[in-house]
Each structure stands twice: as structure tokens, then as C-alpha cells.
């Protein structure tokens, strides 16, 4: 067994705490550390409700500030924690990554890092950061694992797979993400808004015949037709997973396609417009200084609280399109979720859980040894099959969509 520390509180901590409480047969004491110690006892007080059957393992909360390294490293040693899933803000995967490097842990995450003061930063984006510590984790033995959510994440691997057993060749990946659900809100963002909104306030990268183009947010535009979702409306958007897929996938395009609907667009437009999605403090009259993001943050509904409203499905995969012995050939690969089912098993969103279940499916193969590979990797470098086969034993179900039909992927299986 191995112990598992858990940073961050939110959403998607929320559902990685239930799903390493589901599989304590092979991650044993599990430990929730965030900035506010309630959170992560409400995460446990959830898990003694919903999986009291199974969890037989210690569930512990720790208040941290996990900027603070040291403090970090001192937690990972006194819980004894091999594994460290990092689902805080993405302002700190640096700092959590130094300590597992100091103390040996293995490092998962599921964003890449940003720098709250750079809003737009040169491709690829893990070049500025994680890859910079590539040396020390091969040096010191340690497994990192980056962007082991759902994307990044699971539309990595899916790339992977396609790659190595439907196609010769492949000329381009579409990465498309639709959530067809409803929170009946006026306006709220499925997680933390800070982060999402600077996802669409940035330059779009996307890689385009072995090269980086840059696009502005909502210049292009295409509908696609999707299992069980229908017909959606999606935008260009720039993205983690393009900026180590387009590195270690040989593949000329690779994109990503958000669906946005008309009110979220028009909301988002008046907001950036107005200016109140500055991340710049501006004074008021009476010599308040408030920096307007922090400001919209606050009154816009917490992410978490739309649980259990939420109705509908996601669904999101990987369009891959080459040729197979000289003929064109086009696979879809992706999964559907259930945002009412999500919060039944565990109390969370479809976004949250289709984040959550992959990470710790990756812890599990750490603990296990498959993915336990001592140096540093991002998704597309791993076998994916062990990892798509876990998962779909854990809730998230793959299938695959091709000229055969339309199926549920049990990859160890089909390439057997
Ligand atoms: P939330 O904003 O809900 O949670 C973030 C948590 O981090 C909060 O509990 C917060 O604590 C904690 N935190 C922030 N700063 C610190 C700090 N200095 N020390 C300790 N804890 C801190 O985010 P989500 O759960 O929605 O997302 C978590 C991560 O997952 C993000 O990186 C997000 O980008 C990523 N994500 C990835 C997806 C994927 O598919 N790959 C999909 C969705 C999210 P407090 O509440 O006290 O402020």
C-alpha cells in the first residue's frame, strides 16, 4: 500500500479523495492538505458518508500552505506519504513538485503551472516550467506524472492509443470538450474562475503543420456532431495538453475545441470588455484598491455549490483522422458523464469527476508499478492501456466510434 497526500480541497479533490478511499486495497492512510483545513474535513465527513463500506484506511485533514515547501516536505514525512496528488491551484505545482523531488515522493498534477502575474506565456508551455525540472526528477528517481486529469490528461493518452493501433499515419487530432449539462444559474464557471477565465483571455495557440499558430478566442468556429450529445457549438481554444502532445506525438495538427453556449460568450464578452476580468488593481473613489477579477470571483457562484443542481452529460474525446494501409481512416475516442450519476456516487460535478477518477487511476498505477517509471512524464509517454482499462473499471467508461461502429474500448483487449 501507499499513502497518498491529497493538496488542494476543491472540486477535484473532492472526488480524488472518494475514488483513493474507494481503492484503499492498494492506497493505504490518505491525507487532504489545503489552504482551509473545513475543506478538507468536509471532503472526509462526505467519503464516511457515501463509502463507509470501503474505506477502511486513515483519512486525515492538514492545514497547508503548499507555497511553503518546507511545510510541505515536513507533511509528506510525517504522513509518510509515497504519493502526492497535487490538485490545488496551479499556482503551485512548482513549490509541490520541489518537495516531492526533496523527499522522493511521486508527483502527479493535472494542469500545468501558471505565474499569477503572466497572463499569456510563449509554447510550449511546459518548457517555461515543469520540463525545467525534468533533470532533478530523473536524477532523484521521481515519478511525475503532469496533467493526469481528464484534459489534459485522458485526451492524451487517447492520442496515444490511437496513434499506435488504428493508423499508419496520422494527420490530425481534434481534441473536442462539450459540456451538454445545465446548472440553472444565470452565469457561473465550472471551476475556479480565476483559472477558467484566463483560459479564454490569453492568445489561442494551436499547432497547425508542425508549427504554432497563434488565434484570438471565438475567431474560429466549427459544430460538431457528437455521440449521446448531439450537435454543439465549439471554439478554438488554447490548451494544456497541445503543448506535450505537440512534442512527443508525431502528428502536423493538433487542436482544441471548447463548447461555449451564446449566453456564456455573451456574458464572458461583457465582463472582458468592462474590464472585470483584470487581474490589475484599479482605486476606487474612496481609495479601495481591488483588483475586479478578484472581485467577479467573489460574487459568481462557487463551482462547487452547482453540484447538485447539475443536470446533463459531458462529452469529451479525440477526433483522429489518417490513413490505415493506404486508406483514410477517422476514429473517435471518448467518454460520456453523467453530471447527476457524479454527484450520486460522490457528491461532485461531471467536470470535477471526469478530472478526479484519472489522477488517482494514475496514483494506482504508480502504487502498482506499471506507470511507476522514476523520471518525469506527461501522458502520451505512458503505455495507455493499462491506464484506459483502469478507468473504465472506476467509472469512466471509454468507447471508440469508427467505421465498425460504436463500442466500449477495452484497449488490453482489443490489441491482445
Ligand atoms: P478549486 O479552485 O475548487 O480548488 C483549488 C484548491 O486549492 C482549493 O481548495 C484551495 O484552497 C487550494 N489552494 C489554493 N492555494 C493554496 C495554497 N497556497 N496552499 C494550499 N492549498 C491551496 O479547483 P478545482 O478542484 O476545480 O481544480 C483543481 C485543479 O485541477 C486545478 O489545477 C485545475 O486547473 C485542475 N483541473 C483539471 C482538469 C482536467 O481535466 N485536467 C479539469 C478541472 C480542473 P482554498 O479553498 O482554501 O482557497
Redesign the pocket.
Known sequence: KRNVLI???????HVAAHKCAQNNILLGDIHIA???LE?CQAIIKSIKEKDSQRSAGRLQAHE????DIEATKALIRSTNSQIVIN??????NMAVMSACIETGAAYLD??IHEDPAKVCEAPPWYGNYEWQRRDDCRKAGVTAIL?V?????VVNAYGRYAIDTYFDQVESIDIIDINAGSHGRYFATN??PE?NFREFTSTVWSWERGKWKANAMFEHRHEWDMPVVGKNTTYLTGHDELHSMSKNLDVPNIRFWMGFGEHYINVFTVLKNLGLLSEQPVRTAEGLEVVPLKVVKAILPD??SLAPNYTGKTCIGDLVKGKKNGKPQEVLIYNICDHKESFQEVGSQA??Y??GVPVVAAAMLIADGVWDVGHMANVEELDPKPFIDLMNRMGLVTRVRDAQGDRILHPQRESA
Open positions: 493538496i488542494g480541497a476543491g472540486g477535484v479533490a489545503s489552504r482551509t475543506k497547508l500552505d503548499a507555497l490538485v490545488g491551484s496551479p499556482f503551485l493535472t494542469a496533467g486529469g481528464f484534459d489534459p490528461g471551476f475556479d483559472i463551482p462547487a467536470i470535477s471526469t478530472a
